[in-house]
């Protein structure tokens, strides 16, 4: 059983970033992916991109490629999402997520959601 | 890029009867070589994180009940709720795992 604990919301202004983090228990981290999604209010669920933490290989939607950067930490087990030049339409609950396997991109365990506001 | 669109949006259901949701791809998600399809599904439900129930298409989730079932191969998916339970009131959400990752915009379930 994993569990996937994520830090608490977020309020930034236009224009900063954000970095949440996501906190794995077990001890598989290392050879596990973990995958940062989003939704924004009412719309439906957005991948953003990957990461292998034995590896550090990652992988970005490519609309995110140069704004986003996924990292982790192997010593606390934690995954790490960041967002830079924040827009309200970056306004979204971020999750993370846990791949079923090696290259079985789908997802059966997920953090419980990050709220991410942008307002100025 | 591949794009899912599921139908319909909303659905409502009488308890005990059978919901039917489905997903059409814009492109095939059948890999032909290893026989499978690249598709899954998720239930939401209001300020919880989305829980997957199918991938494969059609192979159930450890813990998912039987009353859940996918069907449909290259670009046409079904998910069936064969008795609609009251604690099966969510949004549901296709996915492809084929092509990077898309999700089908939702369709949401109530009771009639």
């Known amino acids: 059983q994993v569990q996937l604990v994520q830090s608490g919301a977020e309020v930034r202004k236009p224009g900063s970033s954000v970095k949440v983090s996501c906190k794995a228990s077990g001890d598989t981290f290392s050879t596990d992916t973990f995958t940062w999604l989003r939704q924004a209010p009412g719309r439906g669920l957005e991948w953003m991109g990957r990461i292998v933490p034995g590896v550090g290989m990652t992988n970005y939607e490519q609309r995110f490629q140069g704004r986003v950067t996924i990292t982790a930490d192997k010593s606390t087990n934690t995954a790490y999402l960041e967002v830079t030049r924040l827009t309200y339409d970056d306004t979204a609950v971020y999750f993370c997520?846990?791949?079923?396997?090696?290259?079985?991109?789908?997802?059966?365990?997920w953090g419980q959601g990050t709220l991410v506001t942008v307002s100025s | 890029d591949i794009v899912l669109t599921q139908s319909p949006d909303s659905l409502a259901v009488s308890l005990g009867e059978r919901a039917t949701i489905n997903c059409k791809s814009s492109h095939s998600i059948l890999h032909t070589s290893k026989n499978k399809n690249y598709l899954a599904w998720y239930q939401q439900k209001p300020g919880q994180p989305p829980k997957l129930l199918i991938y494969?298409?059609?192979t159930r989730d450890s813990g998912v009940p039987e009353r859940f079932s996918g069907s449909g191969s290259g670009t046409d998916f079904t998910l069936t709720i064969s008795s609609l339970q009251a604690e099966d009131v969510a949004v549901y959400y296709c996915?492809?795992?084929?092509?990077?990752?898309?999700f089908g915009q939702g369709t949401k379930v109530e009771i009639k």
């Open positions: 996915q492809q795992y084929f092509s990077t990752v898309a």
């Open positions: 997520a846990r791949d079923f396997g090696m290259a079985q991109y789908f997802f059966n365990y």
């Open positions: 494969w298409a059609s």
